[in-house]
C-alpha cells in the first residue's frame, strides 16, 4: 500500500508520524506540501488526550515541550460569557470525590443552598492549580497529599508540525515538495489514482489522506462530497490572530476566553511570546472593529499585524469517500473555544488505524464505519460548544440571537435533564467528562432545580466537615506544587529563538 497525504501543517504530520509509527516501514507513505501554502496555524491550546497522543508515539515530554515553546494547560478560564464581569473556569479533571455513591456535584449544589459559601471549582485540584498558577505533572511515586493533576499544553502550532516533520522522516516518510495541479482519478470506480505537481511529478497512491486545509483539495474539490453547514447554530464566520509579546506575570497554565460584543478573544501563553485571537460573527461587526477589539485587550505588545481567517462551522457530508480520508480542516471546522482542533486530528487518525485499508479492494464498511463515528464526534462537539452560547444573558444583540437559537434536540435534552435535576445525560465515547459538562453549565448559570435526593441521606454537618477538610486538603497540596513558570525553568525551558 502507497499512503499519499496531501497537505503538511498539524495536520499532515500529525497523520503521517502516526501512520509511520503504526506500519513502521512496511508500508509506503509520502507527504506532498508546498512552501509556498501557508497553513492556519498560530499559538495552539489543546486537551488531555494529546499527552496519550505523543506517548503512544513514544515522544519524550521534555524534548517536544522545549521544541516547541510550549508551557502547560489545566483548563480555561471563562469572562464575561453568562454576563458582563462574570467568570468561570472549565478544568480538566474531576470536582472532589464522591460521598457514599453520590455524585460529588449534587453533594455540592445541597451545601450551596444551605450557605456554603465556597465555589464547585475550589474542590477541583486543576482549577485551584490554575488560580495560584502552579504546576506539577503526576508522578508514579506521588506523595498522597500531592493532588493528580490533569493536563494539557500551549504550543507553537507551526514549530509542533516541524517536530513532527523530523520523526515521520526518521522512520521512513517521504516529503516532496510541489503543489497539485491536477488530479486524476479512475474512469469506473472514481477512486483518486494519482497528484500532478506544478514542478512536474506525478505521485501515485492506493490510498490518500486530505490534510489540504479548509479548501478539501481532495474530498471535496476532487470528490464533490459535499458540506453541512452549521453557521445557523455557530454563526462566527472570522477570525484575527496575532501574537504579542509575553507577559511575566500572566504566565499562566490555563487559557483565557474572553467574551466580547459579537464574539470572543482567547489568549494562549508560550514560553517565547503570547497567541491571541478574536473570533467574531461579521453580520454584527466590521473587520476594522474586531481588530480594534483584539489590539486593545492584548497584555503585550503585538509582534505582528493581525492576520484574518475566514471559516464556516460545519464538516463533510462523509469524511471517508472512496479512497480518500479527510483529516483535519479538510475534514470540516469548530471553532477553538474549547480547544479541539487538534484533538480531532488526533481521532481522525487513530480512527484511521483501526479500520485501516489491508489492500486496494476497500471495504465499504470501514468507511460507512468511520463516518458514522466521525460525524458522532463532532455533533457532540458542536451541541458543547454550541451551550456556552446559548446559556448566556448578555444584552448585545449578536449574544440575544445566540439564546433565541432553536438548539439540537440533543442539547435540550441535555440541558433541561441537568436543569430538572442536576443530571448528566450520558453518551457513550463523548470527548466531554460529566465533570465537563457540569462545570460549563454551572459556569453560563443553568441551575438545576433541585439536587438527587440521595444527596440528603449524610447529615449535613458531616457533608460540611467532609467538604471542609477536603477543601483544605487540595489547598494545602497545591500550594507545595512549583508555579507554573518555575516548573518550566527548571525542567523544560526553550532555547531562546
Known amino acids: 500500500m502507497h499512503y499519499v497525504i496531501v497537505g503538511g501543517g498539524s495536520a499532515g504530520w500529525m497523520a503521517a508520524a502516526a501512520l509511520a509509527h503504526a506500519v513502521e516501514k512496511t508500508q509506503r507513505i509520502t507527504l506532498i506540501e508546498s512552501d509556498d501554502i501557508g497553513t492556519v496555524g498560530v499559538g495552539e491550546a489543546t486537551i488531555p488526550p494529546l499527552t496519550f497522543f505523543n506517548k503512544v508515539l513514544g515522544i519524550n515530554e521534555r524534548e517536544f515541550v522545549q521544541a516547541t515553546q510550549a508551557s502547560f494547560k489545566l483548563g480555561i478560564d471563562f469572562r464575561n460569557w453568562g454576563s458582563t464581569g462574570h467568570r468561570y473556569f472549565h478544568q480538566f479533571g474531576e470536582f472532589g470525590v464522591n460521598i457514599n455513591a453520590i455524585a460529588f456535584h449534587q453533594l455540592w449544589l445541597r451545601l450551596a443552598a444551605n450557605g456554603l459559601p465556597h465555589p464547585i471549582s475550589d474542590y477541583a485540584p486543576a482549577a485551584v492549580a490554575a488560580t495560584q498558577m502552579r504546576f506539577l505533572p503526576p508522578t508514579p511515586n506521588q506523595p498522597l497529599d500531592l493532588p493528580q493533576l490533569a493536563y494539557a499544553y500551549h504550543f507553537d502550532a507551526g514549530l509542533y508540525a516541524r517536530f513532527l516533520r523530523r520523526y515521520a522522516e526518521q522512520r521512513g516518510v517521504m516529503r516532496i515538495e510541489g503543489r497539485i495541479v491536477n488530479v486524476e482519478r479512475h474512469g469506473e470506480s472514481g477512486f483518486i489514482e494519482s497528484v500532478k505537481l506544478d514542478n512536474g511529478p506525478t505521485i501515485a497512491g492506493d490510498f490518500f489522506l486530505d490534510c489540504s486545509g479548509f479548501q478539501g483539495l481532495l474530498i471535496e474539490k476532487t470528490m464533490r462530497t459535499g458540506f453541512e453547514d452549521w453557521s445557523h447554530w455557530l454563526p462566527c464566520d472570522r477570525a484575527l490572530a496575532v501574537p504579542s509579546e509575553n507577559n511575566p506575570e500572566a504566565f499562566t497554565p490555563y487559557t483565557r476566553s474572553t467574551a466580547h460584543v459579537a464574539g470572543w478573544q482567547w489568549r494562549i501563553p508560550l514560553q517565547h511570546r503570547t497567541g491571541n485571537g478574536h473570533v467574531y460573527c461579521s453580520d454584527y461587526i466590521s473587520d476594522d472593529e474586531a481588530s480594534a477589539t483584539l489590539l486593545a485587550n492584548l497584555d503585550g505588545k503585538p509582534l505582528a499585524d493581525p492576520r484574518l481567517l475566514r471559516f464556516r462551522t460545519g464538516r463533510r457530508r462523509k469524511f471517508w469517500n472512496g479512497n480518500c480520508v479527510a483529516i483535519g480542516l479538510a475534514g470540516g471546522f469548530m471553532e477553538p473555544l474549547e480547544s479541539t482542533s487538534l484533538h480531532m486530528i488526533q481521532t481522525a487518525v487513530f480512527r484511521l488505524l483501526s479500520l485501516m485499508p489491508t489492500s486496494t479492494t476497500f471495504d465499504p464498511s470501514?468507511?460507512?464505519?468511520?463516518?458514522?463515528?466521525?460525524?458522532?464526534?463532532?455533533?457532540?462537539?458542536?451541541?458543547?460548544?454550541?451551550?456556552?452560547?446559548?446559556?448566556?444573558?448578555?444584552?448585545?444583540?449578536?449574544?440575544?440571537?445566540?439564546?433565541?437559537?432553536?438548539?439540537?434536540?440533543?442539547?435540550?435534552?441535555?440541558?433541561?435533564?441537568?436543569?430538572?435535576?442536576?443530571?448528566?445525560?450520558?453518551?457513550?465515547?463523548?470527548?466531554?467528562?460529566?465533570?465537563?459538562?457540569?462545570?460549563?453549565?454551572?459556569?453560563?448559570?443553568?441551575?438545576?432545580?433541585?439536587?438527587?435526593?440521595?444527596?440528603?441521606?449524610?447529615?449535613?454537618?458531616?457533608?460540611?466537615?467532609?467538604?471542609?477538610?477536603?477543601?483544605?486538603?487540595?489547598?494545602?497540596?497545591?500550594?507545595?506544587?512549583?508555579?507554573?513558570a518555575n516548573f518550566i525553568d527548571k525542567n523544560c525551558k526553550a532555547p531562546t529563538l
Open 366 to 484: 470501514a468507511a460507512a464505519e468511520f463516518n458514522r463515528l466521525s460525524a458522532v464526534e463532532y455533533e457532540q462537539i458542536r451541541d458543547f460548544i454550541l451551550l456556552h452560547y446559548f446559556a448566556n444573558d448578555r444584552p448585545e444583540k449578536f449574544w440575544r440571537d445566540c439564546r433565541a437559537v432553536a438548539i439540537p434536540d440533543s442539547l435540550a435534552h441535555r440541558i433541561e435533564l441537568f436543569r430538572a435535576r442536576g443530571k448528566v445525560a450520558r453518551e457513550e465515547g463523548h470527548l466531554f467528562s460529566d465533570s465537563s459538562w457540569i462545570a460549563v453549565m454551572l459556569g453560563q448559570k443553568i441551575m438545576p432545580r433541585q439536587w438527587d435526593p440521595l444527596a440528603d441521606v449524610t447529615p449535613l454537618e458531616d457533608l460540611k466537615k467532609k467538604f471542609g477538610e477536603l477543601r483544605d486538603r487540595i489547598h494545602r497540596g497545591i500550594a507545595r506544587m512549583p508555579t507554573h
